[in-house]
């Protein structure tokens, strides 16, 4: 299984000791690929940063160095699965993997090229779901979005094609599930390949620094009603493809 990639700091020994028994133990071949440390200065792909766009409606306050690398980090792998041509797996290093790792991965290779993305993980709390495809050992659920993290999911290259033709402007995982943006919807698969998120905190996001500064009042108006807009849109569009799916 060749096409299964781990996410991980150059630096990060431990972790990429442990990921890489747990793979062998579950009899799963995959790959380091190189996480783009953005505490090393800002990455290339990040020039076509939308910073207007992130500071007015999004978020209201620039990107960290960390949540650039690890946008940077991802999109090269998109990139990476456009010239492979196949659908890959794609891990973050701070997952613990399921008894069913193997035959999930083969599964969700096998299944990705019919939905495009396939979150391998659990869903945030509170996060809307609907099952759109089910069998006696697996589920297809559509997503309202995939807020909550990228540790763990399979992606084909029609996918990946339509993530990268557009600029970024969100944290990764949340532009992944901005469908409205993009118009590649999300989709999780059970039984899952990621049994919990493990005990270690991000090394490439870093989200325990705080903050040195609050959004500016003036850009207050701006992002409100851009959240509402992101909203409706996701409403909407959910609803659609529901439609769409299911059986009438």
Not at 143 to 171: E, Q, T
């Amino acid at each position: 299984m060749s096409n299964v990639f781990v996410i991980s700091l150059k630096r990060s020994v431990e972790r990429r000791e442990k990921i890489s028994e747990e793979m062998a133990q579950k009899s799963i071949s995959f790959a380091f690929f190189d996480a783009v440390d953005g505490h090393q200065g800002p990455p290339d792909l990040a020039a076509d940063y939308d910073y207007s766009k992130r500071l007015w409606l999004t978020s209201g306050y620039m990107p960290s160095k960390g949540e650039l690398g690890c946008y940077a980090s991802h999109y090269a792998l998109w990139i990476k699965c456009l010239e492979m041509g196949e659908p890959i797996v794609v891990c973050e290093d701070d997952i613990t993997l399921s008894d069913d790792a193997l035959s999930v991965l083969s599964l969700a290779l096998e299944k990705v090229s019919d939905y495009g993305f396939l979150r391998l993980e659990d869903i945030e709390p509170g996060g809307e779901r609907t099952s759109v495809e089910k069998s006696e050992s697996s589920t297809v659920y559509l997503m309202k979005d995939n807020y909550g993290g990228l540790r763990s999911y399979a992606i084909s290259p029609k996918a990946a094609m339509r993530l990268v033709k557009h600029r970024w402007c969100f944290p990764v995982d949340c532009f992944v599930g901005a469908n409205y943006i993009h118009g590649q919807f999300s989709y999780q698969l059970t039984p899952l390949l990621v049994e919990s998120h493990g005990n270690y905190d991000s090394t490439i996001q870093e989200p325990n620094v705080p903050r040195k500064s609050r959004t500016p009042i003036y850009r207050k108006l701006s992002r409100e009603l851009y959240t509402l807009y992101k909203k409706i849109s996701l409403a909407l569009m959910y609803r659609k493809k529901l439609k769409e799916l299911m059986p009438k």
